[in-house]
């Protein structure tokens, strides 16, 4: 799997290049009828079939920064793309633009916070990134205004089967879908790596009106709280009890027949599964399902926590797991 | 109101209409010329006309509001997320039903302040005493619908799920009407409108009408201390001019009011802030449908007793008919 190669290359919403260079690059070795780069940047592989059209979709992007103004000291404001925490930001280094300029995300020393600002989450207005440069002429040689930023993070395999990078989400889709396209299916495949994802799943909205599915998967990386101080009813998904399969998110009911089959394939084949334990967040299915005349949509997830930060973790199991229900997901349309 | 009564007290939350579309589809199809269920739901039933007419979609709702279940603790109670719009306080002590049967009462964590109840703080004891016993009857993902008695309220009704059951009755009775007009009208029950006009999305794709009109409910102006707002209960059926989704289309609008006049229609025009419906989904699909609002006065919405007026049924059913009869001019 090609997890550690895709989490390292940088595609913040709307600039998903690299991560669609590396992608259009491994699929030339594969056996594939068509391969389409829409208008949004959206890759769409097309493996031939006699049976339904079935789309299956992991999305390009993933959440950084917009470099928004520099200022006078040389230091870069910056606008978020998609959903950070703040309080994930401070002191966490950035590579931006094209060279990859290295920059720390900065804000007040804590000796100069007054009173309750000290206890206080950090407002992403405060915060700036710091690329060491001494003006803003300095500053200007380096980085321009629009450029993308993402977290510098390795890629780390530690403790029990576990993995640390930024941007599992959804480079751990990205990378299943790699591995589906290995091998052979008798439905009509469409494998779609989707643009924008985080910013309003908008990559999926012109994929799915190309490809008009009769279904469509979405493989995802979710959010996961199973450690203390959660509540129990509060814990998202938990590590190592497999992919999560989404009944309702904000974005879509999941389709009863999708579910269903995702359910009696893992149950036959003896793949750990769990069900979503909220109905919060949204994925590329609320789009793909209101596309055309409608598409019956499911989607299932690999459980990250610290996800949106430079430092998600996942498990190897539920990643493993996950291509395992994907695929038997597709093998069983005839 | 015996059919009402029947919409109103079956269950079928946003995802889960079946028994709706099952009730709908014994009481219109034998007047109907074909009828089919798309992707996402959503009941399609055409009357052919009869040539030279227009292409009409009418789409009424048959989902509700509810809750699902999102965890199972270790001592039987279920926690649970809203399906639609829920005011937490409409829930506190209220039941509800599952689609086997399971009934539930809805609390609250004891330390909560009730000034700071939200649904995380909610949880259903459907009187089980552990994880296992309650995995019996009921599974994460699984949905209820409020409990409620359907009650005459002299020139009222009042039920759970009047949004959009009322809107389905009264297109069901447009139905059964049985014209056979030179339009060529498609009633859709449609699916998921809780949750963003979802069904409607899909369904107005599918149909690619010339004109769309959804009938559902809309709020009043007439409770004590209500916000500012023209639409009376009994005061005869609404013909939207906007809500959060729509400006109806002008052309609409009038041909509405054109009907209403010439059949002795009672109506009312309406402006609603905070609220949508399908219609709102339908108008942007393809590239774009002249569409307006047919909307019943309705008071306690997304509650066990909204409430809405016999009369303006009436006046509802009747507008539904005069529209479909409309003979379309060439220019507009």
């Known amino acids: 799997m090609l997890l550690k190669e895709l989490t390292a290359l940088a595609g913040v919403s709307g600039c998903e290049d690299e991560v669609r260079d590396f992608i259009l690059e491994k699929i030339k070795d594969l056996k594939t009828d068509e391969v389409i780069c829409d208008s949004m940047g959206n890759i769409i592989v097309h493996k031939k079939g006699k049976g339904p059209k079935v789309m299956v979709a992991a999305h390009m992007d993933e959440v950084g920064f917009l470099i928004s103004q520099i200022t006078n000291e040389g230091y870069l404001k910056f606008k978020t793309v998609g959903g950070i925490d703040s309080a994930v930001l401070v002191s966490k280094r950035v590579l931006i633009g094209k060279d990859k300029i290295p920059g720390v995300l900065g804000m007040k020393a804590v000796h100069l916070q007054q009173g309750q600002a000290r206890n206080n989450k950090a407002n992403i207005k405060d915060l700036y990134i710091d690329i060491g440069a001494k003006s803003k002429e300095e500053a200007e040689g380096k980085v321009k205004l629009g450029d993308f930023a993402v977290f510098d993070s390795d890629y780390v395999e530690f403790g029990h089967g576990k993995i640390k990078a930024k941007a599992l989400d959804d480079r751990v889709g990205c990378a299943i879908l790699l591995e589906i396209l290995k091998e052979d299916y008798d ?123 430079p430092s998600s973790v996942a498990s190897k199991f539920d990643i493993s797991e996950c291509l395992r229900l994907a695929r038997a997901f597709l093998k069983s349309f005839n | 109101m015996e059919l009402l009564k029947k919409l109103c007290l079956a269950n079928g939350t946003s995802g889960e209409e079946e028994n709706i579309r099952d009730i709908i589809i014994e009481e219109v199809k034998d007047y109907v010329d074909e009828y089919k269920t798309d992707p996402l739901g959503n009941l399609i039933c055409v009357k052919k006309g009869t040539g030279g007419g227009k292409k009409i979609m009418y789409a009424a709702h048959m989902d509700e509001i509810g809750v699902i279940v999102t965890v199972i603790d270790d001592k039987g109670f279920l926690r649970f997320s809203n399906i639609g719009g829920i005011n937490p306080y409409n829930m506190v002590h ?189 108008h942007l699909t393809r590239s774009g449908v002249k569409a307006g609002v047919i909307s019943i006065p309705s008071r306690y919405i997304h509650s066990p007793s909204e409430t809405v007026s016999k009369k303006d049924l009436e006046e509802c059913i009747k507008l539904i008919v005069a529209t479909e009869k409309y003979q379309f001019k060439e220019a507009f």
């Open chain 1, 187 to 309: 439905c009509d495949l469409y494998v779609a790596f989707t643009t924008q994802e985080e910013v309003g799943t908008r990559g999926a909205i012109i994929a799915a009106n190309r490809v008009n599915a009769d279904f469509a998967l979405v493989i995802e990386g979710t959010t996961c709280s199973d450690i203390h101080p959660a509540k129990e009813h509060q814990k998202v998904s938990f590590h190592d009890r497999g992919p999560v399969i989404t009944i309702m998110d904000g974005s879509a009911i999941m389709d009863k027949e999708v579910v269903g089959r995702l359910m009696d394939v893992a149950k036959r084949q003896d793949i750990k599964y769990q069900l979503k334990r909220t109905t919060a967040g949204g994925t590329d299915a609320g789009s793909i399902q209101r596309s055309n005349g409608g598409v019956k949509v499911g989607v299932i997830a690999v459980p990250c926590r610290y996800i949106h930060s």
């Open chain 2, 94 to 282: 209220r039941k509800v039903r599952f689609k086997n049967g399971t009934v539930g009462v809805v609390s609250f964590d004891a330390d909560t302040k009730m000034g700071e109840l939200n649904l995380s703080k909610m949880f259903i004891d459907i009187g089980a005493k552990s994880k296992e016993e309650a995995e019996k009857y009921v599974q994460i993902g699984d949905s209820a619908s409020l409990v409620s008695e359907f009650v005459d309220l002299n020139n009222h009704v009042s039920c759970k799920a009047m949004d959009d059951r009322a809107g389905c009755y009264c297109l069901i009775e447009a139905v059964k009407k049985n014209l056979r007009t030179e339009n060529d009208i498609y009633y859709v029950f449609t699916t998921q409108e809780e949750l963003g006009l979802r069904g409607a999305t899909t369904a107005g794709f599918n149909v690619d009408p010339d004109f769309a009109i959804a009938i559902d409910v809309t709020r009043t102006g007439d409770i004590p201390e209500a916000k500012r707002m023209a639409v009376m209960m009994d005061n005869g059926v609404c013909i939207k001019i906007k809500d959060d989704g729509i400006i109806s289309h002008p052309y609409v609008v009038n041909y509405m009011k054109e009907c209403a006049k010439k059949d002795n229609i009672k109506y009312q025009l309406e402006v609603l802030e905070g609220g949508r419906t399908d219609s709102g989904a339908i």
